[in-house]
């Protein structure tokens, strides 16, 4: 298992990029959040198979279609239990 934590910044809010987030992380079968923050950000965390979390990460470098992803900066964290959704927070 590997966690992250990501922030994400670029045209990033406005664009579905939360929504798009939710959708990629479950569809690979992760756990843990996403939200935008005030500076105009984007950040999360995922938790899951390394494989699965490199593939977000490489998803979101690029972010929905209506995005510009100009960074993303991560950090590992440790593996936490009792997650077991992705879920979009306000």
Known sequence: M???RFVVTGRVQGVGFRAHTQVEARRLGLVGFVHNRRDGAVDGEAQGAPEGVAELLA????GPRWANVEDVATEELAVADGEVAFDVRR
């Not at 998803?59 to 690029?62: K, S, T």
């Open 2 to 4: 590997r966690r992250i």
């Open 59 to 62: 998803w979101l470098h690029r």
